[in-house]
Structures are given as structure tokens and as C-alpha cells.
């Protein structure tokens, strides 16, 4: 059993349509980020919450963090090809241990 | 140069060979990282280095022997592997090494054991 389980493992939608991940837990979590990482790269920050029910945008993505700090989501509206890759959450617990997530690997089809 | 940067990026190597990969940032960061990342499975944290220190070796066999001369550098020296460690092998640094402090990841080196 992974600490932070990610769903859906595979997407693949077409350009244009919009989508959401998760990233669930039993734990709490003081904060949690979300990475894309790109093929033949390695992860990138997308974004850090750290209050229970936050949600922060980046131009078409939406990430929620759940109201008791154990998930978080990100949506995608009006996906793009450039938005292909693997997505990772991340999460440091409340007793400072840092963990990723299994990932969510998306594919937008042009 | 900027960022973080892994040689080589792709390693192909036999069970008795030795090989070393090199990660270097040029953030001015404090601490430094090495993850496997495996299909399917969650990026695996195997060492952090804080000031030059080892401050966590999670559980990696021997045959993984890092090395940290000086906050820019980082080396994973390999010897007598096995086929399952073929993977992602990727270097990170970070500001301050704290728990939840904003990783950078280097571009990762693709390591294939033979």
C-alpha cells in the first residue's frame, strides 16, 4: 500500500477536453505539491498548497487541497498536447517525512 | 550553465562493472538528492545530503555508494548491480533540505543493467 495513491494511473483525451487527478491518502498532510515531468526530464514544480481547502490556479490548471489535508486534486481545463506528461503529487506528512505519489500518466492527442 | 545537471544520460552497464553517475546544481543550494524512479512504482528516495552531510540513507544496498565532495556536486558510484536497478536514477537539490522544501530535479540519467 503506497502513503499517496494517484487516479487514474493512464489518461489519454483528446485536445481540448477537460480532466481531473486525484491524490488520495489516509494521512494528513502539512502541504502537498504537484510535479509534470516531461519525457526524458525530470519533475517540475507546479505548485505547493499548505491550507486545508485551498485551491490555487496556474492559467488552465486548478489544484484543490481537501478541507482535512489528506488529498488533493488537479484539474485541467481545455487540455493541450503540451500538457502530456506524468503528473506527481507529493506530500510532507506532520512528521516532516516527504513522500510522492504513485503518478498519473496523461496523454492529450492532438 | 543553470539548474541541475545529471551525466551521462544514459548508462548501459554489465553486474561487474563500476560505474559513477555525476549530478551537479548551480542554485547555490544547500542539499542534494538521489531518487530511483522505477515503472510504476512512486520516485524512491535513496540519499540526502544537507551541507555536504549524509542525513538519510533509506534502506539502499551497498552496492549504491554516494558521494557529496561539496554542496555543487553529487556522485552515485555503482558496482556489481542487478538487473532490477535499471531505472531513472534522478539527482534533485533544494534550498535548505528541510522536509517539503522546493525540490529541482535534474534531467535524470537512464541506467540499463544488463
Known amino acids: 500500500t503506497q502513503l499517496l495513491e494517484q487516479s487514474p494511473q493512464f489518461l489519454s483525451i483528446q485536445e481540448g477536453e477537460n480532466l481531473t487527478v486525484y491524490c488520495n491518502s489516509s494521512?494528513?498532510?502539512?502541504?502537498l505539491q504537484w510535479y509534470r515531468q516531461e519525457p526524458g526530464e525530470g519533475p517540475v514544480l507546479l505548485v505547493t498548497?499548505?491550507?486545508?481547502?485551498e485551491v490555487k490556479k496556474l492559467k488552465r490548471l486548478t489544484f484543490q487541497f481537501g478541507d482535512a489535508r489528506k488529498d488533493s486534486s488537479l484539474h485541467i481545463t481545455a487540455a493541450q498536447p503540451g500538457d502530456t506528461g506524468l503528473y506527481l503529487c507529493?506530500?510532507?506528512?506532520?512528521?516532516?517525512?516527504?513522500?510522492f505519489g504513485t503518478g498519473t500518466s496523461l496523454t492529450v492527442i492532438p | 550553465e543553470t539548474g541541475v545537471t545529471q551525466t551521462p544520460r544514459h548508462l548501459v552497464m554489465g553486474m561487474t562493472n563500476k560505474k559513477s553517475l555525476k549530478c551537479e546544481q548551480h542554485l547555490g543550494h544547500n542539499a542534494m538528492y538521489w531518487y530511483k524512479q522505477s515503472a510504476k512504482k512512486p520516485l524512491e528516495l535513496m540519499f540526502v545530503?544537507?551541507?555536504?552531510?549524509?542525513?538519510e540513507n533509506n534502506s539502499v544496498p551497498s552496492r549504491f555508494s554516494p558521494e557529496c565532495p561539496n554542496s555543487s556536486h553529487l556522485f552515485l558510484h555503482l558496482h556489481t548491480l542487478q538487473p532490477e536497478d535499471s531505472a531513472l536514477y534522478l539527482c534533485a537539490s533544494s534550498p535548505a533540505g528541510v522536509s517539503g522544501d522546493t525540490q529541482y530535479f535534474g534531467p535524470g540519467t537512464r541506467l540499463t543493467v544488463l
Open positions: 494521512s494528513v498532510f502539512s502541504s
Open positions: 498548497v499548505v491550507t486545508g481547502g
Open positions: 545530503y544537507s551541507l555536504e552531510e549524509r542525513v
Open positions: 507529493a506530500g510532507e506528512t506532520l512528521g516532516n517525512q516527504f513522500y
